[in-house]
T-cell receptor, first 117, second 112 residues
């Protein structure tokens, strides 16, 4: 089944304890991205990647890192989590739209709910 | 910076009604616009994608239109059903980069 898989789905951690949220897709998509969803603020893009070794900042990249060493994986790293990073996180992927730029129909993962105490 | 606004924020209609959800964006230099559905506690499901060169897309009871010059898109849902109850999100892909900007969504409740 074509899908985007995120792990963990739920995590409670403490301030300063490094954590990684994994994202893997089995559709050979070039484009992958991370979002956080907060009440009243909607979905905001954290980072995106157009292909292996190509990443760029979205609207809210502070406090996060990403890497794209393989096409299928795009982990989100919180080096020193803080309570303001408590949120629902989504990973998504797609092929680039025809013509190269942008992204085509996005497939989203089920979400990872992170609580930082 | 691209700003995406969705109106109304919430909508409640009786089953069977036709309804329109609105999305507006500030920068008309877009590559495409997508409409998504999100059920409570779940991820997003893509409903329709409209490329900047297109005026509309249809899928079943859903029809999305795009007026790039005025910075507007509408999602039309015909003959609404209780199963359509969800949050509907509009997302714009700008030409200036590969970032994707979302509206805050319209929460739809269709009552039997």
């Amino acid at each position: 089944e074509a899908q985007v898989t995120q792990n963990p789905r739920y995590l409670i951690t403490v301030t300063g304890k490094k954590l990684t949220v994994t994202c893997s897709q089995n559709m050979n998509h070039e484009y992958m991205s991370w979002y956080r969803q907060d009440p009243g603020l909607g979905l905001r893009q954290i980072y995106y990647s157009m292909n292996v070794e190509v990443t760029d900042k979205g609207d809210v990249p502070e406090g996060y890192k990403v890497s794209r060493k393989e096409k299928r994986n795009f982990p989100l790293i919180l080096e020193s989590p803080s309570p303001n990073q408590t949120s629902l996180y989504f990973c998504a992927s797609s092929h680039p739209a025809t013509g190269g730029a942008g992204a085509n129909v996005l497939t989203f993962g089920a979400g990872s709910r992170l609580t930082v105490l | 910076k691209q700003e995406v606004t969705q109106i109304p924020a919430a909508l409640s209609v009786p089953e069977g009604e036709n309804l329109v959800l609105n999305c507006s964006f500030t920068d008309s230099a877009i590559y495409n616009l997508q409409w998504f559905r999100q059920d409570p506690g779940k991820g997003l499901t893509s409903l329709l994608l409209i490329q900047s060169s297109q005026r509309e897309q249809t899928s079943g009871r859903l029809n999305a239109s795009l007026d790039k010059s005025s910075g507007r898109s509408t999602l039309y849902i015909a003959a609404s059903q209780p199963g359509d109850s969800a949050t509907y999100l509009c997302a714009v892909h700008s030409n200036s980069g590969y970032a994707l900007n979302f509206g805050k969504g319209t929460s739809l409740l269709v009552t039997p």
